[in-house]
């Protein structure tokens, strides 16, 4: 099963640069050396078994966006799973960008009304003001822009993890079974008495599914203090912030010509498994039991990748 993404935006918004951190493991310091892209460049990402992304960025020269917009209109526009649009947040043609992308939303709905929509307000590392302040500002001049149609607004840099974030979201809803995926590895993390499973795709990390989320106990006569560490085991930026650490580590290993395979953590509160799950995938498995050994989790991966395979 293919889903094709379209990635879009003015020239020098990003596009690229996004796609050679997520789906080629470079660094963002390597990102100024980007050309501009020329038309419009493909990759194929294979995902969970047979889902693959196909992945269209469309370098974003106003000739080239004049061009999809007219002769290539059907073939840009034309069975579209996600449509990604990148504005850059020190745009100084803010009009003309907005103008753009009301072009584009026409042609999307002439030719794909089903598919999503995701604006990213991009290079937020270089936002004045405050960032939220900065953000909420573009989020609603992006979201009279659109009209009627539903859009998700996420703010993004390659310098920190935000960029998963939003990509994680994305990826998310192109997957078919992801509430299937979710069950099975809360299963899968009640076997292993584990607070949390999460699954990653192999060569993006980005996040796939997570077992569902587990509330912490409000055992009767908790402290104040156990309840806050609770809160703090679960900071809600851990899956975005997991994967751009991995990615970097990954990076890393293939600067000594050494190849990543897995990793495992036993910390003062808790222990962390990270292995490979499928084909496709990493899991990687949360406990806070001091009691449960890492070989059991290891054990416990390898006997359930069958399953998730
Ligand atoms: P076209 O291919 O012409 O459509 O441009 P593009 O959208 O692909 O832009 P590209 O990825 O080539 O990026 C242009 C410049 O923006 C590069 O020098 C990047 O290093 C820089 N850049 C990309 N993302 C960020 C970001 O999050 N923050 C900052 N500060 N710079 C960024």
């Given at each position: 099963?293919?889903?094709?993404?379209?990635?879009?935006?003015?020239?020098?918004?990003?596009?690229?640069?996004?796609?050679?951190?997520?789906?080629?493991?470079?660094?963002?310091?390597?990102?100024?050396?980007?050309?501009?892209?020329?038309?419009?460049?493909?990759?194929?990402?294979?995902?969970?078994?047979?889902?693959?992304?196909?992945?269209?960025?469309?370098?974003?020269?106003?000739?080239?966006?004049?061009?999809?917009?007219?002769?290539?209109?059907?073939?840009?526009?034309?069975?579209?799973?996600?449509?990604?649009?990148?504005?850059?947040?020190?745009?100084?043609?803010?009009?003309?960008?907005?103008?753009?992308?009301?072009?584009?939303?026409?042609?999307?709905?002439?030719?794909?009304?089903?598919?999503?929509?995701?604006?990213?307000?991009?290079?937020?590392?270089?936002?004045?003001?405050?960032?939220?302040?900065?953000?909420?500002?573009?989020?609603?001049?992006?979201?009279?822009?659109?009209?009627?149609?539903?859009?998700?607004?996420?703010?993004?840099?390659?310098?920190?993890?935000?960029?998963?974030?939003?990509?994680?979201?994305?990826?998310?809803?192109?997957?078919?079974?992801?509430?299937?995926?979710?069950?099975?590895?809360?299963?899968?993390?009640?076997?292993?008495?584990?607070?949390?499973?999460?699954?990653?795709?192999?060569?993006?990390?980005?996040?796939?599914?997570?077992?569902?989320?587990?509330?912490?106990?409000?055992l009767p006569g908790a402290t104040a203090e156990q309840t806050d560490l609770?809160?703090?085991?679960?900071?809600?930026?851990?899956?975005?912030?997991?994967?751009?650490?991995?990615?970097?580590?990954?990076?890393?290993?293939?600067?000594?010509?050494?190849?990543?395979?897995?990793?495992?953590?036993?910390?003062?509160?808790?222990?962390?498994?990270?292995?490979?799950?499928?084909?496709?995938?990493?899991?990687?498995?949360?406990?806070?039991?001091?009691?449960?050994?890492?070989?059991?989790?290891?054990?416990?991966?390898?006997?359930?990748?069958?399953?998730?395979?």
């Open positions: 099963m293919k889903k094709k993404v379209l990635l879009m935006g003015a020239s020098g918004s990003g596009k690229t640069s996004m796609r050679s951190l997520i789906f080629s493991n470079n660094p963002a310091s390597l990102t100024a050396r980007l050309g501009a892209t020329i038309d419009v460049e493909q990759n194929h990402v294979r995902f969970l078994g047979d889902l693959i992304l196909n992945l269209w960025d469309c370098g974003g020269q106003d000739a080239f966006m004049d061009s999809y917009l007219t002769t290539q209109r059907s073939t840009i526009f034309q069975h579209v799973g996600v449509m990604i649009y990148v504005f850059d947040i020190e745009s100084q043609g803010m009009n003309k960008d907005l103008e753009y992308y009301r072009d584009c939303l026409e042609g999307l709905k002439q030719y794909s009304p089903e598919a999503a929509v995701f604006l990213l307000v991009h290079k937020m590392d270089l936002a004045r003001e405050p960032k939220n302040v900065v953000f909420e500002k573009k989020k609603r001049e992006l979201e009279e822009a659109s009209g009627e149609g539903a859009v998700t607004v996420f703010g993004t840099s390659i310098y920190d993890e935000s960029l998963y974030k939003a990509w994680s979201s994305i990826v998310h809803t192109l997957i078919p079974n992801a509430s299937v995926l979710s069950r099975h590895l809360t299963t899968f993390a009640a076997a292993c008495s584990a607070t949390e499973v999460v699954l990653f795709e192999r060569t993006t990390f980005l996040v796939i599914a997570t077992s569902s989320p587990v509330t912490p106990p409000s609770d809160r703090h085991e679960l900071n809600p930026t851990r899956y975005e912030r997991t994967s751009e650490l991995v990615k970097a580590f990954k990076h890393s290993c293939s600067r000594v010509r050494e190849e990543f395979h897995s990793l495992e953590m036993e910390l003062y509160d808790f222990t962390a498994v990270l292995d490979e799950m499928t084909r496709n995938t990493y899991v990687l498995v949360i406990v806070h039991d001091p009691t449960i050994e890492t070989a059991a989790l290891k054990l416990n991966i390898r006997m359930a990748r069958r399953k998730f395979e």
